[in-house]
């Protein structure tokens, strides 16, 4: 069966640093997608990021880019310049028919 | 905002009452999915569905159903809500090509007394 593990519950970290977290997933497939998604306190599903996994390049989406090792099944998120309103639980997921979620890491930034 | 919502937005019910949720989509996405987010379990799939009258379990089905007689509707009814079953509820759709990725409603606060 396939699993997504957020092995960060709970993470804190200062405004403008650099946070990354972390994430690992276990599958038999070859093609499949992963993605990060932001939840705020407004509890919308917000995608911050995704990546195919045919694709070596790792994506990159502003202040968000991974690090994408398939041989490893890890799919780390780092969040560059962290702002205050990065602050929201964070959730990896994996598909490649229906959606696999982590359960999540909440990250707090501190002014 | 890929044109899904969600009704009602927050019900408070009792344990053994039906209650049905409705996602609504304008998109004519093909594929729609139902979970369930309680604290330390993340999302959960409860059930989706591929296509008009097409529907498959997710991992914790039970005690719930769906149905989807048109392409902009799928349905989530709990036949006999239980205390268990108080949860935020999201739906979302997938869009198709070569992204795969989902789109989500903005959730159903559902409280079972």
């Known amino acids: 069966a396939q699993t997504v593990t957020q092995s960060q519950p709970e993470m804190s970290v200062q405004e403008a640093e650099t946070v990354t977290l972390s994430c690992t997933y276990d599958?038999?497939?070859?093609?499949?997608?992963l993605f990060w998604y932001k939840q705020p306190p407004s509890r919308q599903m917000i995608l911050v990021i995704r990546q195919e996994a045919y694709k070596q390049q790792n994506a990159t989406e502003n202040r968000f880019s991974v690090n994408f090792q398939k041989a490893a099944k890890s799919f780390s998120l780092k969040i560059s310049d962290s702002q205050l309103g990065d602050t929201a639980m964070y959730f990896c997921a994996f598909t490649d028919d229906k959606i696999i979620f982590g359960k999540g890491t909440r990250l707090h930034i501190l002014p | 905002d890929a044109g899904i919502t969600q009704s009602p937005r927050h019900k408070v019910t009792e344990t053994g009452t039906p209650v049905t949720l409705r996602c609504h989509q304008t998109e004519n996405h093909r594929y729609m999915y139902w979970y369930r987010q309680d604290p330390g379990h993340g999302l959960r799939l409860i059930h989706y569905?591929?296509?008009?009258?097409?529907?498959d379990k997710g991992e914790v089905s039970d005690g719930y159903s769906v149905s989807r007689s048109k392409t902009e509707d799928f349905l989530l009814t709990l036949e006999s809500a239980t205390s268990s079953q108080t949860s935020v509820y999201f739906c979302a759709i997938k869009h198709g090509g070569s992204v795969n990725e989902q789109f989500f409603g903005p959730g159903t606060r559902l409280t079972v007394l």
């Open positions: 569905s591929y296509g008009v009258k097409d529907t």
């Open positions: 599958t038999s497939e070859n093609n499949y997608y």
